[in-house]
């Protein structure tokens, strides 16, 4: 019976941070936290059903902001349930198993988003520059590729970070953050962590290059755009929602990355939890606020506009 129960491997346990002063506004938390996620599962299922509904907005672009706010509520899910739990249960530790597939969710989620921002740029340029190809570029059958393409390229970089890090022997149990990632995992580890610093940053290096490419392609666009009126006022309304977006997503990996890889105990708690939370907080409720507006004006310009054409018809 001993050499039974000495046989049997229990789950490797992980402890994270306990959020400063939870005995005292645990509550407070739990309910901000709570009214959050509610807020973004509430926006961002809206804007898709919204998407869905109306006939005017199947168009790529928006094909394109319905799988932004399908991916938010995803990246979303991976943080959310985890630290309501752990404030209802007052119990700040996580499985080794369960951290991995948490760190898999929020970061498949920060990445997917930059490669549909990126794509959500190709898209823009060809309406505005090439508005005569537009429709024979940008089918159906290629939306659909290229958004297999978005997630496709996205896991292909997450698997591997994951496996690279779930492959090595850890010695530490404390992730000194409110939710796991990556780095914080490799950290845990005792032996050398050259492979992942290396691919860590071919992946910074190349989802940077793709923050670049959509800078150029906006470059583009504005230059483009002086010559016409109609471009102009294209590019403002299609076009700034995606910029605001933009700057809103290289912020947040921005932070996290200053926070994972150069965080330090100096840092002052606070702080280290906003740059934290800023990730998960920011990108999945402003993007579908910005969008949502814009998609407002769209619609009461297609309003408009069919108003007139009955007008002038009687």
Excluded at 39 to 44: E, K, Q, V, W
Excluded at 274 to 302: C, D, M, Q, S
Aim: aromatic share 14%; hydrophobic share 50%.
């Amino acid at each position: 019976m001993n050499n039974m129960m000495d046989n049997v491997s229990y789950p490797m346990i992980l402890t994270l941070m306990v959020p400063k002063e939870t005995k005292s506004y645990k509550h407070v938390y739990f309910i901000c936290f709570l009214a959050l996620y509610l807020l973004i599962l509430s926006i961002n299922i809206r804007l898709v059903m919204v998407i869905i509904m109306e006939k005017a907005l199947h168009e790529p672009m928006y094909m394109f902001l319905c799988h932004v706010c399908i991916n938010g509520v995803f990246g979303a899910s991976g943080f959310y349930p985890k630290i309501l739990s752990d404030l209802i249960l007052d119990s700040y530790v996580i499985s080794f198993h369960m951290c991995a597939l948490q760190t898999y969710v929020i970061y498949s989620s920060l990445l997917f988003e930059i490669t549909i921002l990126t794509v959500m740029a190709y898209d823009r340029y060809v309406a505005i520059c090439k508005p005569l190809e537009y429709h024979s570029k940008l089918t159906k059958i290629t939306c659909v590729k290229l958004i297999l393409f978005s997630w496709v390229f996205t896991n292909g970089f997450c698997v591997t970070a994951a496996l690279l890090t779930n492959l090595r022997p850890i010695c530490k149990y404390h992730i000194d953050k409110l939710y796991c990632d990556n780095w914080s995992i490799v950290k845990l580890s005792c032996v050398s962590s050259f492979v992942n610093n290396v691919f860590g940053y071919a992946m910074t290096v190349t989802f940077f290059s793709l923050i670049i490419f959509i800078i150029v392609s906006y470059f583009k666009l504005i230059s483009a755009c002086k010559a016409s009126l109609e471009s102009r006022r294209k590019f403002w309304q299609t076009c700034l929602p995606h910029i605001l977006s933009l700057i809103n997503f290289t912020s947040a990996y921005c932070f996290d990355i200053m926070y994972s890889r150069y965080g330090s105990n100096d840092i002052p708690e606070s702080l280290r939890n906003f740059l934290a939370l800023e990730l998960v907080i920011v990108p999945p409720v402003f993007n579908p606020l910005i969008y949502g507006l814009n998609i407002r004006a769209v619609l009461r310009a297609k309003i408009l506009y069919i108003l007139q054409e009955v007008y002038v018809y009687l």
